[in-house]
T-cell receptor, first 113, second 111 residues
Framework: DTAVSQTPKYLVTQMGNDKSIKCEQN?????MYWYKQDSKKFLKIMFS???????INETVPNRFSPKSPDKAHLNLHINSLELGDSAVYFC????????????FGEGSRLTVL | GDSVTQMEGPVTLSEEAFLTINCTYT??????LFWYVQYPGEGLQLLLK???ADDKGSNKGFEATYRKETTSFHLEKGSVQVSDSAVYFC??????????WGAGTKLIIKP
Protein backbone atom coordinates (compact mmCIF):
# COMPACT_ATOMS: atom_id res chain seq x y z
CA ASP A 1 0.00 0.00 0.00
CA THR A 2 1.30 3.44 -0.94
CA ALA A 3 1.77 5.56 2.19
CA VAL A 4 1.01 8.96 0.59
CA SER A 5 -0.85 8.81 -2.69
CA GLN A 6 -1.73 11.64 -5.01
CA THR A 7 -4.02 11.74 -7.99
CA PRO A 8 -3.71 12.50 -10.77
CA LYS A 9 -0.02 12.05 -11.50
CA TYR A 10 -0.21 14.25 -14.60
CA LEU A 11 -2.48 17.12 -15.54
CA VAL A 12 -2.34 19.02 -18.81
CA THR A 13 -4.79 21.85 -19.17
CA GLN A 14 -5.43 25.23 -20.75
CA MET A 15 -5.00 28.59 -19.10
CA GLY A 16 -8.10 29.72 -17.28
CA ASN A 17 -9.30 26.23 -16.39
CA ASP A 18 -9.83 24.89 -12.87
CA LYS A 19 -8.18 21.70 -11.61
CA SER A 20 -7.97 19.65 -8.43
CA ILE A 21 -5.36 17.33 -6.99
CA LYS A 22 -6.24 14.82 -4.30
CA CYS A 23 -4.01 13.38 -1.62
CA GLU A 24 -4.50 10.59 0.86
CA GLN A 25 -2.18 9.19 3.53
CA ASN A 26 -2.62 5.88 5.32
CA UNK A 27 0.14 6.44 7.91
CA UNK A 28 -2.12 7.83 10.63
CA UNK A 29 -0.22 11.12 10.56
CA UNK A 30 -1.69 14.30 12.02
CA UNK A 31 -0.21 16.83 9.63
CA MET A 32 -0.38 17.13 5.85
CA TYR A 33 1.29 19.56 3.47
CA TRP A 34 1.25 20.85 -0.07
CA TYR A 35 4.57 21.78 -1.66
CA LYS A 36 5.29 23.25 -5.07
CA GLN A 37 8.50 22.27 -6.89
CA ASP A 38 9.52 24.40 -9.85
CA SER A 39 11.55 23.39 -12.87
CA LYS A 40 14.81 24.13 -11.02
CA LYS A 41 13.75 21.72 -8.23
CA PHE A 42 13.24 24.53 -5.74
CA LEU A 43 10.73 23.53 -3.05
CA LYS A 44 8.18 25.93 -1.64
CA ILE A 45 5.68 25.10 1.05
CA MET A 46 2.16 26.25 0.26
CA PHE A 47 -0.15 24.96 2.96
CA SER A 48 -0.21 22.69 5.98
CA UNK A 49 -3.07 21.19 7.94
CA UNK A 50 -2.86 19.65 11.39
CA UNK A 51 -5.89 17.56 12.35
CA UNK A 52 -7.95 19.37 9.68
CA UNK A 53 -6.90 22.80 10.92
CA UNK A 54 -4.96 25.12 8.59
CA UNK A 55 -1.66 25.95 10.31
CA ILE A 56 0.53 27.15 7.45
CA ASN A 57 -0.80 29.37 4.71
CA GLU A 58 2.12 30.83 2.81
CA THR A 59 1.95 33.68 0.35
CA VAL A 60 0.11 31.87 -2.38
CA PRO A 61 -2.44 33.36 -4.80
CA ASN A 62 -5.96 32.91 -3.50
CA ARG A 63 -6.70 30.95 -6.66
CA PHE A 64 -5.21 28.05 -4.68
CA SER A 65 -7.54 26.60 -2.09
CA PRO A 66 -6.74 23.62 0.09
CA LYS A 67 -9.37 21.49 1.74
CA SER A 68 -8.97 18.79 4.37
CA PRO A 69 -12.15 16.75 4.83
CA ASP A 70 -10.43 14.57 7.44
CA LYS A 71 -6.90 14.15 8.70
CA ALA A 72 -6.09 11.47 6.13
CA HIS A 73 -6.99 13.63 3.13
CA LEU A 74 -5.81 16.96 1.80
CA ASN A 75 -6.94 18.24 -1.56
CA LEU A 76 -5.78 21.22 -3.60
CA HIS A 77 -8.05 23.13 -5.92
CA ILE A 78 -6.67 25.68 -8.35
CA ASN A 79 -8.90 28.20 -10.13
CA SER A 80 -8.17 30.15 -13.28
CA LEU A 81 -4.90 28.40 -14.02
CA GLU A 82 -1.96 30.48 -15.27
CA LEU A 83 1.19 29.50 -17.14
CA GLY A 84 3.25 30.11 -14.01
CA ASP A 85 1.31 27.46 -12.13
CA SER A 86 3.08 24.78 -14.17
CA ALA A 87 5.09 22.77 -11.65
CA VAL A 88 5.15 19.52 -9.73
CA TYR A 89 2.92 19.60 -6.66
CA PHE A 90 3.81 17.31 -3.79
CA CYS A 91 1.67 16.22 -0.92
CA UNK A 92 3.44 15.18 2.27
CA UNK A 93 2.57 14.12 5.79
CA UNK A 94 4.25 13.90 9.18
CA UNK A 95 3.43 12.88 12.68
CA UNK A 96 3.52 15.37 15.51
CA UNK A 97 6.36 13.77 17.45
CA UNK A 98 8.67 13.92 14.39
CA UNK A 99 7.48 16.94 12.43
CA UNK A 100 10.67 17.23 10.38
CA UNK A 101 10.30 13.73 8.98
CA UNK A 102 8.11 14.18 5.99
CA UNK A 103 6.65 11.41 3.87
CA PHE A 104 6.06 12.59 0.32
CA GLY A 105 3.75 11.45 -2.41
CA GLU A 106 5.06 10.86 -5.91
CA GLY A 107 3.98 14.27 -7.11
CA SER A 108 1.43 15.63 -9.57
CA ARG A 109 2.93 17.30 -12.62
CA LEU A 110 0.74 20.17 -13.77
CA THR A 111 1.30 21.65 -17.22
CA VAL A 112 -0.66 24.74 -18.17
CA LEU A 113 -0.73 25.52 -21.90
CA GLY B 1 16.47 34.67 9.22
CA ASP B 2 17.18 30.98 9.14
CA SER B 3 18.56 29.64 5.86
CA VAL B 4 20.25 26.67 4.24
CA THR B 5 22.91 26.87 1.54
CA GLN B 6 23.96 23.89 -0.53
CA MET B 7 26.68 23.54 -3.11
CA GLU B 8 25.47 24.09 -6.61
CA GLY B 9 25.16 21.17 -8.94
CA PRO B 10 25.28 19.20 -10.92
CA VAL B 11 27.98 17.18 -9.24
CA THR B 12 29.31 14.54 -11.64
CA LEU B 13 31.38 11.64 -10.35
CA SER B 14 32.51 8.25 -11.54
CA GLU B 15 31.25 5.11 -9.87
CA GLU B 16 33.12 4.24 -6.63
CA ALA B 17 34.29 7.84 -6.15
CA PHE B 18 34.06 9.61 -2.78
CA LEU B 19 31.15 12.01 -2.45
CA THR B 20 30.80 15.21 -0.49
CA ILE B 21 27.86 17.56 -0.88
CA ASN B 22 28.30 20.68 1.22
CA CYS B 23 25.51 22.15 3.31
CA THR B 24 25.79 25.11 5.66
CA TYR B 25 23.07 26.77 7.65
CA THR B 26 22.22 29.85 9.64
CA UNK B 27 19.81 29.50 12.53
CA UNK B 28 18.93 31.41 15.66
CA UNK B 29 18.28 28.29 17.72
CA UNK B 30 19.39 24.68 17.62
CA UNK B 31 17.47 23.10 14.78
CA UNK B 32 17.39 19.50 13.70
CA LEU B 33 19.08 18.95 10.33
CA PHE B 34 18.00 16.66 7.53
CA TRP B 35 19.08 15.26 4.19
CA TYR B 36 16.38 14.25 1.76
CA VAL B 37 16.87 12.49 -1.57
CA GLN B 38 14.71 12.70 -4.67
CA TYR B 39 15.21 10.00 -7.29
CA PRO B 40 14.11 10.80 -10.84
CA GLY B 41 10.34 10.93 -11.18
CA GLU B 42 9.74 10.34 -7.47
CA GLY B 43 8.87 12.27 -4.34
CA LEU B 44 11.43 13.18 -1.73
CA GLN B 45 12.37 10.70 0.96
CA LEU B 46 14.25 11.23 4.19
CA LEU B 47 17.82 9.98 3.89
CA LEU B 48 19.18 10.85 7.33
CA LYS B 49 18.87 13.34 10.14
CA UNK B 50 20.67 14.70 13.20
CA UNK B 51 18.98 16.42 16.09
CA UNK B 52 21.84 17.97 18.05
CA ALA B 53 25.43 19.09 17.75
CA ASP B 54 27.99 16.33 17.04
CA ASP B 55 25.25 13.83 16.15
CA LYS B 56 26.01 11.75 13.08
CA GLY B 57 23.15 10.63 10.88
CA SER B 58 23.72 7.65 8.60
CA ASN B 59 21.76 5.56 6.15
CA LYS B 60 22.49 3.53 3.00
CA GLY B 61 26.21 4.29 3.28
CA PHE B 62 25.64 8.05 3.52
CA GLU B 63 26.73 10.02 6.57
CA ALA B 64 26.47 13.59 7.81
CA THR B 65 27.67 15.13 11.08
CA TYR B 66 25.98 18.10 12.74
CA ARG B 67 28.82 20.60 13.23
CA LYS B 68 27.72 23.53 15.34
CA GLU B 69 31.09 25.27 15.24
CA THR B 70 31.10 25.45 11.45
CA THR B 71 27.28 25.44 11.08
CA SER B 72 27.57 22.62 8.59
CA PHE B 73 25.95 19.29 7.79
CA HIS B 74 27.91 17.94 4.82
CA LEU B 75 26.72 14.74 3.18
CA GLU B 76 29.37 12.09 2.46
CA LYS B 77 29.58 8.64 0.97
CA GLY B 78 32.70 6.59 0.55
CA SER B 79 31.89 4.87 -2.74
CA VAL B 80 28.99 6.03 -4.90
CA GLN B 81 26.98 3.90 -7.29
CA VAL B 82 25.04 4.78 -10.43
CA SER B 83 21.86 4.20 -8.41
CA ASP B 84 22.81 7.15 -6.15
CA SER B 85 22.11 9.55 -9.00
CA ALA B 86 19.41 11.85 -7.64
CA VAL B 87 18.79 15.33 -6.26
CA TYR B 88 19.82 15.80 -2.63
CA PHE B 89 18.22 18.39 -0.36
CA CYS B 90 19.54 19.69 2.94
CA UNK B 91 16.95 21.11 5.34
CA UNK B 92 16.50 22.39 8.88
CA UNK B 93 13.37 22.55 10.97
CA UNK B 94 12.34 26.17 11.35
CA UNK B 95 9.18 25.60 13.36
CA UNK B 96 7.32 22.49 14.36
CA UNK B 97 5.69 22.24 10.97
CA UNK B 98 7.99 24.04 8.60
CA UNK B 99 11.33 23.08 7.12
CA UNK B 100 13.78 25.50 5.53
CA TRP B 101 15.08 23.82 2.39
CA GLY B 102 18.28 24.16 0.46
CA ALA B 103 18.07 24.56 -3.31
CA GLY B 104 18.98 20.93 -3.97
CA THR B 105 22.12 19.45 -5.50
CA LYS B 106 21.85 17.18 -8.49
CA LEU B 107 24.25 14.23 -8.38
CA ILE B 108 25.16 12.34 -11.54
CA ILE B 109 27.16 9.14 -11.25
CA LYS B 110 28.74 7.78 -14.44
CA PRO B 111 29.56 4.08 -14.79
Amino acid sequence: DTAVSQTPKYLVTQMGNDKSIKCEQNLGHDTMYWYKQDSKKFLKIMFSYNNKELIINETVPNRFSPKSPDKAHLNLHINSLELGDSAVYFCASSQDRDPGELFFGEGSRLTVL
Amino acid sequence: GDSVTQMEGPVTLSEEAFLTINCTYTATGYPSLFWYVQYPGEGLQLLLKATKADDKGSNKGFEATYRKETTSFHLEKGSVQVSDSAVYFCALDYTNYQLIWGAGTKLIIKP
